[in-house]
């Protein structure tokens, strides 16, 4: 390692590495958020258009909290065939750029380091195995009083799913969350 400019590759190659494995850790943690959002529909035409937005997504209702009116929905995610690929392909540049690196630090070696990238599957296997999960979605409908004609839902769930639910059902977000 006298060469400073391989030095300074290696360097930066080992922090890219780590980069991408922190990168691929965090693609199967879990993003839940809560959210309050307002409608002007009633709460009696409101609730079976929920139940059919749930059941559309494969969601099945998992517990009824009747003291607190809080609605559980439970569905299996199924992870993404794109990210497996994609994941899988990073980890397999990574393991190239790194085995280059390291066949040059030390030559006598050689192509041995190119190994490196046999370990790429893993990262797709790591994903598609820790992001198939169940995930839950839980809401609870409220009628405002002093509005006649203001229902809101407070809901709790995967960051992604929210913003299908929201848009899909064309509801408005409440800014005084509190």
């Known amino acids: 390692m006298n060469n400073p400019v391989l030095t ?14 922190f990168f691929i850790r965090a693609s199967t943690k879990p ?8 409608t002007s529909e009633s709460e009696v035409a409101l609730l079976p258009r929920l139940q059919a937005y749930f059941t559309e997504r494969a969601y099945k209702i998992a517990a009824v909290d009747r003291d607190t009116d809080i ?8 992870p993404s065939v794109f990210l497996t690929v994609l994941l899988t392909g990073l980890a397999a540049v990574g393991g190239l750029c790194l085995a280059l690196v390291l066949s040059m630090l030390l030559p006598d070696i050689g192509n041995l380091f190119l190994v490196l990238i046999l370990v790429a599957p893993l990262a797709g296997w790591f994903y598609w195995e820790g992001s198939s999960r169940t995930e839950q979605v839980r809401l609870k409908v409220e009628v405002q009083d ?3 004609s203001s229902t809101s839902i407070r809901i709790s769930g995967h960051r992604d799913e929210l913003a299908v639910f929201q848009s899909v059902l064309q509801l408005s977000v409440r800014e005084d969350i509190k």
Request: charged letters at 20%; glycine letters at 10%; aromatic letters at 10%.
């Open 31 to 38: 993003r839940i958020e809560q959210m309050v959002l307002e």
């Open 8 to 21: 300074s590759t290696f360097i930066l190659t080992i922090l890219l590495a780590i980069g991408l494995f």
């Open 71 to 78: 609605v559980t929905f439970e569905g299996v995610v199924r």
């Open 146 to 148: 002093g509005e006649p």
